[in-house]
């Protein structure tokens, strides 16, 4: 008897949580095209004449209000200089998060394993710095980098370094605080210095959270409008951001066709990115946010 109320028990939990898992499912399947819908939106209305995206902007395009790839075309062979904004943006991106990855990994590394109290105090003062308002130090930000010359796609990056090390510095710190020091001693053992240790043994380890950090900093350096517009000579230097409002002309006029255009041509990149590189967030985010 006993036996088969557990088995009666262990159906009705089973049952239970299949019925949870679809009404999960279903909700958050609501939330996902809620949240996915702007962005068909803006695929759809790239594709259609400026005056039918003001008067209907949710319907599709159909033959009178199609214009094919006229806006596509206006957006890159505009006087904007929409391609040399990308290129722009590349750099930067690039750049940025190659010299974030490289010097937070090392600079965690050295901080988790030299357990010192002046790398305790580093450690956190880069923690500190993911608090503190951005528009706090903007304007004594521009003037700065005015002064030493940091005003230019290639070496702005040394700018993001700045911003961009209190994340990186959370997420490597705690990563390397749950890999046991005797792989690291082994190493050593049979000949590794700590560099070679370090670019040997610990970054392969590292590789999820690597991932995961680069990923984040390019969505934002890629998509960032602010800083960029503060620091760079933009008279030269524009990014794709700082591009599309440009689209925006004197008297309220707004190309909304060619912006439409230029937002898929932006966006499309960072898309086919985090969708292959997607398996690797949770779990790096996840390891890099608990210590083990």
Known sequence: ?????????????????????????????????????????????????????????????????????????????????????????????????????????????????????????????????????FQMIMFPLSKVTDVLQLNTPYVIPIVYLGFGAGTAMFMFGNFLKSIPPDIEEAAMIDGCDPIKTFFLVVLPIMKPTVISVGILETMWIWNDYLLPYLVLKTRLYKTVPIVVQYFQGGYGRVEWGAIMASMVITITPIVILYLFLQKYIIKGVLSGAVKG
């Open 1 to 133: 008897m006993e036996s088969t109320k557990k088995l009666k028990t262990a159906d009705e939990i089973k049952i239970k949580r299949k019925k949870s898992d679809i009404i999960f499912t279903i909700v958050f399947s609501i939330i996902s095209v809620f949240w996915v819908y702007p962005l068909i939106m803006v695929l759809i209305n790239s594709f259609k004449e400026k005056m039918y995206i003001s008067l209907n902007p949710f319907s599709l395009p159909d033959a009178e209000s199609s214009v094919g790839l006229a806006n596509y075309d206006q957006a890159v062979n505009t006087q904007m200089n929409f391609m040399a904004g990308m290129w722009n943006s590349l750099v930067i991106t690039v750049l940025s998060v190659f010299l974030i990855l490289l010097c937070t990994s090392m600079c965690a590394y050295y901080v988790t394993r030299v357990n010192t109290w002046y790398t305790k105090v580093f450690y956190y003062l880069c923690l500190f710095s993911m608090i503190v308002p």
